[in-house]
């Protein structure tokens, strides 16, 4: 709970990709409170209050997941407005300020974006949405202790940029500072 709160504030992608992590710790304790109150909040509260305040946390994400049908899979409605937003962003960099430093970037990025997405059967997932999947994915596998060789990692390392350069964009713009919209000249 504290951490998304930083994170959210913070480095928005890094905040993508904990709270996708959040959702999977729920499905595994099975939605149990007590489970995650003994096995993930309290190893990390030493305060009552907190622990109580984190619970509760805990508690209204089991609830929204439950009323929105994620028991098994999807997002919840809050991480779907963050990358709404960033689409959003996505496409005016790209289309309407036409920003040719995220153009190179994304031009550098596609092939493993769209390779990444076959390979992943994800569908029509937009571009964005696969780059935080490729970098959930490869936190999974690290947590795991598997090998990410290194033509894997190279790839990964282009979504990583798009969303790094993405969530400096979006922090600038949530700060009021709008100077990315402007169009080179």
Known sequence: MFIAQEKLQSNIAEYVIYMYQVEDMIRAYRFDIDKIRENIIRPQVKSEAFENEAVKWYEELIAEMKSRGLEKKGHLHRL?????????????LKDVVEDKKYLGLLEAANENVEAFQKKSDLG??????????ALYMKLLLK?????VGAESEAAFDTMRIILAYLTKAYHQMKAGDMSMFQKEK
């Open 80 to 92: 779907g407005e963050v990358i709404t937003e960033l689409i959003y962003l996505h496409n005016t």
């Open 124 to 133: 029509s997932l937009h571009m964005i949405e696969v780059c935080f999947q």
């Open 143 to 147: 947590l795991q202790g598997k090998e």
